[in-house]
């Protein structure tokens, strides 16, 4: 013998409630099915930009220094590589594309007479 309970109609009001529910329930769903999209996008984008650049960043250079030269500091930024050299008491800071090693741009300091 089987009990069956009877579930009572919903009111006016908590038929309304529940509709309301529903649309913010479909809202949130819409807006995360939306936001990992962007995420895969954003991903896919950058493993296709730097699928490109990995036969290139495996070259091997050599770059050369002023004679008495010493390597003071290296860093990156953005998409070069920083190197302050100390050249005979003067400073001195060359850059260097990071992709492909090539040098990008020299700045000497030099103090004034």
């Not at 769903?29 to 936001?35: F, K, R, S």
């Not at 003071?72 to 001195?92: I, K, N, P, Q, Y």
């Amino acid at each position: 013998m089987t009990t069956e309970t009877a579930v009572p109609e919903p009111t006016p009001e908590q038929a309304a409630l529940f509709a309301r529910v529903r649309r913010m329930m479909l809202i949130a769903g819409l807006t995360t099915a939306l936001a990992i999209c962007a995420v895969l996008i954003a991903v896919g984008y950058r493993l296709f930009k730097s699928e490109g650049r990995v036969a290139e960043a495996m070259s091997d250079v050599t770059a050369t220094l002023p004679k008495g030269a010493r390597i003071v500091s290296t860093a990156v930024a953005g998409d070069r590589l920083v190197v302050t050299l100390d050249v005979g008491g003067a400073t001195e800071i060359r850059t260097f594309d990071v992709h492909t090693l090539r040098p990008a741009g020299k700045l000497k300091f030099a103090n004034e007479p």
